[in-house]
C-alpha cells in the first residue's frame, strides 16, 4: 500500500510562486510515474502534469505549460511541483497520485492518492 502526503499548499499573490511537494512510502516509489491533479470547488478534478518512473518524461495540461514545472527525487522519494506565475484560476486542491502501470494522464490511470493541498491564489 502507497501512502501519498502532500505540502507546500497556501495563500500566495498573483504573479507568485508555491512549490508542491509529495512524499511518498509504503510502495517501490523509484517504479511509479506520479502526477499532479487538481479540483476547484464545483468542478471536476484535472490533470496538471505528470512525470515518469525515471523522471525522463513530463507531460502537462495546456493551462499550466511554461509556468508549473514536475520533478522527482526518487532518492527522496518525493515528487514536486513547482508553479510559477500563479492565476487566480489556479486556485484548487491539489492532489498527488501514483500510476504502477505507466504514464497516465486521467485520472482513472492512477492507483494511489494523496489527501491533497490548498492553493489558493489572489488577484
Known amino acids: 500500500q502507497v501512502q501519498l502526503v502532500e505540502s507546500g499548499g497556501g495563500l500566495v499573490q498573483a504573479g507568485g510562486s508555491l512549490r508542491l511537494s509529495c512524499a511518498a512510502s509504503?510502495?517501490?516509489?523509484?517504479?511509479?510515474?506520479m502526477g499532479w491533479f487538481r479540483q476547484a470547488p464545483g468542478k471536476e478534478r484535472e490533470f496538471v502534469a505528470a512525470?515518469?518512473?525515471?523522471?525522463?518524461?513530463?507531460h502537462y495540461a495546456d493551462s499550466v505549460k511554461g509556468r508549473f514545472s514536475i520533478s522527482r527525487d526518487n532518492a527522496k522519494n518525493t515528487v514536486y511541483l513547482q508553479m510559477n506565475s500563479l492565476k487566480p484560476e489556479d486556485t484548487a486542491v491539489y492532489y498527488c497520485?501514483?500510476?504502477?502501470?505507466?504514464?497516465?494522464?486521467?485520472?482513472?490511470?492512477?492507483?494511489?492518492w494523496g489527501q491533497g493541498t490548498q492553493v489558493t491564489v489572489s488577484s
Open positions: 497520485a501514483a500510476d504502477v502501470q505507466g504514464l497516465g494522464l486521467i485520472r482513472v490511470d492512477y492507483d494511489y
Open positions: 509504503g510502495g517501490t516509489f523509484s517504479s511509479y510515474a
Open positions: 512525470i515518469s518512473w525515471s523522471g525522463g518524461r513530463t
